[in-house]
């Protein structure tokens, strides 16, 4: 008998979590060193999307050495949010629904696409 589990991975092509507005994020200074949050305001534009975030291509155009607020990570996550490695996939599932439903809203094609590419059958 096959089995649908969700395994959390980045959707290219989102950029949900791009969308840096601080009013989204009250809690910022909660997860944030001072020198994070210092960078994090840094880079949100005018429009709140980072300024790192290529709307054409919808990449970030520093993924490479984007700071670890930006890591979906279990060890970051782990620093950050106090979450267990264990517990990581379906947290992170869980924050990039709750963003990609703020961003896009719950029946974009943003929202489709990420839960047709999580959902595996094994």
Known sequence: MKT??????????????CNLDPGDRPDLEDYLTPEELDHYLSLVGEDGWCLNFDHE??????????????????????????????????FAIECCRQQIEGVYGAKSTEMKHYNREISQTI
């Not at 649908?4 to 979590?17: F, L, Q, S, T, V």
């Not at 979906?72 to 517990?87: A, K």
């Open 4 to 17: 649908k589990i969700e395994k959390w991975k980045c959707i290219e092509g989102c950029g949900a979590c």
């Open 57 to 90: 291509s919808r990449k970030c155009i520093v993924y490479e050495q984007r700071p670890r607020f930006c890591r979906v990570q279990p060890d970051s996550f782990q620093e950050m949010y106090d979450i267990d490695p264990s517990e990581f996939n379906d």
